[in-house]
C-alpha cells in the first residue's frame, strides 16, 4: 500500500512539472507580444504624436522618393515634423530586411538637409517578424508579428 501512495506521489508530481514545462514554453513563445510590442507601440505612439502628418508607402525607397503613397500593407511610414519657426523636419519608420535582419528603423532628414541618411539614425527594434502600417479605417493601425505567429494590432493617429 506504501508503495502504491509512493507511485501516485511520484506520477502526480511528475504530472505537475510537466504542466509547468508547458506553462513556461507557453510564455517564452509570446515573449514578443507580452515584453516587446507594448514597448514598440508606446515609442511609436510618442513619436507619432510629435508629428503633424503621416503618409504610408509600400517601401524605405518609396518613402524617401515620396512616391507610390498606399493606405495598407505598408512597411514605411513617413512623418513631418512642424517646428515653432515654420519649418518642418522628416522621419521616416521602415521595416526592412538589412543585412540579412529583419529590423524597425528610424530615419531623420532635419530642414537643413538636402537628403534622407543612407543608413538609419537608429534601429528602434530588430524583434518583430513584420509590421504593417494600414489606414484604411481612417485610423493608423500598426501590426507587429512576431516569430511564433503571434500578431498584435495597435491604433492610433497624430493630433
Do not use: C, H
Not at 70 to 99: C, H, W, Y
Amino acid at each position: 500500500m506504501a508503495l502504491g501512495m509512493a507511485m501516485g506521489i511520484v506520477f502526480a508530481i511528475l504530472a505537475m512539472l510537466q504542466q509547468q514545462i508547458s506553462f513556461n514554453q507557453a510564455l517564452a513563445d509570446f515573449r514578443f507580444l507580452r515584453d516587446e510590442a507594448p514597448q514598440l507601440n508606446t515609442l511609436l505612439v510618442n513619436i507619432i504624436n510629435k508629428a503633424d502628418s503621416y503618409r504610408i508607402y509600400n517601401n524605405l525607397s518609396d518613402a524617401k522618393n515620396q512616391t507610390g503613397a498606399v493606405r495598407s500593407d505598408g512597411r514605411a511610414m513617413k512623418l513631418r515634423f512642424r517646428n515653432p519657426d515654420g519649418t518642418s523636419d522628416q522621419a521616416i519608420v521602415s521595416f526592412e530586411v538589412l543585412n540579412g535582419k529583419k529590423q524597425l528603423n528610424f530615419y531623420f532628414k532635419n530642414r537643413n538637409s538636402t537628403s534622407w541618411p543612407a543608413d538609419p539614425s537608429w534601429t528602434i527594434s530588430s524583434k518583430p517578424d513584420g509590421v504593417d502600417f494600414d489606414n484604411t479605417t481612417g485610423i493608423l493601425l500598426m501590426t507587429f508579428a512576431g516569430s511564433k505567429g503571434d500578431e498584435i494590432t495597435y491604433a492610433g493617429n497624430p493630433d
